[in-house]
C-alpha cells in the first residue's frame, strides 16, 4: 500500500496515483499532516487559500476551519455537485467537461484553479471522485482526483513547484491561462466505504497542500 510521505519536493509530468485502504490512507495523511501549520505557514508568507469541493462537498473546507484563525488564509470556498456548478462558478471548460465528465484530473485542475480565481486567492484545492456506492460515468468506486492551483505570481515569488507525483495540467486551459497559473492533479485510488473514501480524500487534499508549500527552498517560512 501506497503511504502519504511526509514530504515532496520534486515536479512530476507524468501521472501519478496514491493507492490502498482508504482509512488507512486517511490516517496516514492526518498523522503526516498539520492543518494548523498550512494555515501558519499560509498567513506567514502572505499566501491565501480556496477550496472547490465536489465529493467531499464541504468536508475539506470544514476540516480547515477546524484551526482557530482560519480567516487570515482561507478565503472560501465552493461545493460544486453538479456540473453545472463546475461550469458556470467555477468556469470548467464546457468541452472538458463533456468529453471526460466530471472526475478527472484536468478537471480537479481547473476546478482548483476556478476556487482561487472566483474567490481571489492564491492557492486553489479541489476535490473530485466518485465515493460510491455505484461507478460513475463509468470511473470505479474509489477514483478521486485532487487538484491544485497557485497563480504564477506567488509561485514565482516564492519558488514553489508541483510536488513529487502531481502530473501538471494538460487540458482545458487556453494561453492565457497557462501564462497566469501553475496548476495540476493527484489521483487517488482508495479502498473502503463511501465514508472512508472521502475522509481519505480531504486528507489527502491537505497534505497536497502542505506538500507544496514545503516545495519552497529552505529559509522561506516553512514551518508545522
Known sequence: MAEFSDQADERSEQPASLSGDADELARAAERATSPRGIIQTLAHRGLTLATAESLTAGGLSSRIAEVPGTSVALLGGVVAYA???KRNVLGVDAQLLADRGAVDPDVAAAMARGAASCTGADIGIATTGVAGPEPHEGKPVGTVYLGLACRNSARERLELALPSG???A???LG??????????????ELHGDRAAIRAASVEGAL???EDF????PHGLGYSV
Open 207 to 209: 497534505k497536497l497542500v
Open 170 to 172: 494538460a487540458a482545458g
Open 83 to 85: 456540473s453545472a456548478v
Open 213 to 216: 508549500l514545503a516545495t519552497a
Open 175 to 188: 494561453p492565457e491561462t497557462a501564462d497566469q497559473w501553475l496548476s495540476g492533479s493527484l489521483r487517488l
Open 166 to 168: 502531481c502530473a501538471a
